[in-house]
């Protein structure tokens, strides 16, 4: 069976997950680096194995979390829905079985809060831990008089973290944000439908979502 370490040394995907990265940094935007989708991949994964669900289950998570903006390398725009398009073909010439390359590209296609639903387990797990990555460590402006909104926000944030209570099925967010640098409500200006997003995700896995920030429930 296909892992993330096959994922991670096919040459295609590395290509296009460096030069997606690459184009985004040349619109200016956040970074999408082996950062990103690493720690994206091992908190998906992490979600699925604390709730109980199976080993397998868990590296799709990991593989769809993995891949899920290598779509970038084509457009930011619909990038969840192309880079299912670039992932299918290569997963299955990989060798992977074909029910899995479909609820590995479905995650990935629906991992974007602009159309994105929480059609399976492993995209569920996706949408959490895709947009619990908000931190300063993202942005590439270093000028701060220029940031804009999204800049402020990911700046502001000193720590983000997702923890997941098996017992209780919480899912929760915590974000400790400055707010010297943005006050909290700017974040819900941008991320407010990322956060309903992630509550439909959380109830997919039978959880309830939380969302703390600066040790305030908020959600």
């Known amino acids: 069976m296909i892992t993330v370490d096959d994922v ?6 590395d290509s296009f997950i460096r030069k997606g990265n690459e184009f985004l940094g040349a619109m200016g935007y956040t970074e999408h680096s082996y950062r990103h989708i690493n720690l994206v991949s091992s908190i998906s994964k992490n979600i699925l194995d604390k ?7 868990a590296e799709l998570a990991a593989i769809a979390g993995y891949l899920h903006d290598v779509g970038n390398v084509v457009s930011r725009n619909d990038h969840g829905i192309s880079g299912a398009t670039i992932c299918c073909p290569i997963l299955l010439q990989m060798g992977m079985n074909p029910d899995e390359v479909a609820i590995v590209i479905s995650a990935i296609a629906n991992h974007e809060e602009q159309y994105g639903q929480p059609v399976s387990t492993v995209a569920a797990a996706l949408i959490l831990a895709d947009k619990s990555d ?20 990911n700046y502001a944030v000193e720590n983000s973290l997702v923890w997941v209570d098996e017992k209780k099925r ?6 400790t944000i400055n ?3 943005t006050p909290v409500m700017e974040y819900f200006e941008i991320f407010l439908t990322r956060m309903i997003l992630c509550r439909r995700a959380a109830v997919f896995l039978n959880c ?5 920030v600066n040790g305030a429930k908020l959600l």
Do not use: C, W
Not at 51 to 57: C, D, F, H, I
């Open 208 to 212: 309830v979502f939380e969302l703390v």
């Open 170 to 175: 919480t899912v929760t967010m915590e974000l």
């Open 134 to 153: 908000v931190h300063r460590s993202r942005v590439r402006n270093q000028e701060f008089a220029t940031f804009d909104i999204h800049d402020r926000v």
């Open 51 to 57: 709730l109980g669900y199976s080993k397998r289950e």
């Open 179 to 181: 707010i010297e640098i």
């Open 8 to 13: 991670k040394k096919n040459p295609i995907l």
